[in-house]
Nanobody, 114 residues
């Protein structure tokens, strides 16, 4: 069974950087398309960034030029490099990946203090 596990969340000050990693297990297929979403308290889950099978990417306007999504097919991981973090980036971050069906991780908390 395909499983996605996020790691790398934590508590940081505004302006700091964090790297989130989504590790895929339970399949011999290599990750091709996937994304990062986030959900802040009282808000709907929103797209942060995603990568397509042709390596194209797109980002939410609020994170453009600060966040970078990347895919490592050898390690079967999806990474989100987050720079210049702001308090409004505080949320639970979830990764997803497409392996026939769409799978989700359990989320990792990112908290940015002012």
């Amino acid at each position: 069974q395909v499983q996605l596990v996020e790691s790398g969340g934590g508590l940081v000050q505004a302006g700091a950087s964090l790297t989130l990693t989504c590790t895929v297990s339970g399949t011999t297929s290599r990750i091709a398309a996937g994304g990062w979403f986030r959900q802040a308290p009282g808000k709907q889950r929103e797209l942060v960034a995603r990568v397509f099978s042709n390596s194209a990417t797109n980002y939410a306007e609020s994170v453009k030029d600060r966040f970078t999504i990347s895919r490592d097919t050898a390690k079967n991981t999806l990474t989100l490099q987050m720079n210049s973090l702001k308090p409004e980036d505080t949320a639970v971050y979830y990764c997803n990946a497409l392996f026939g069906n769409l799978y989700w991780g359990q989320g990792t908390q990112v908290t940015v203090s002012a």
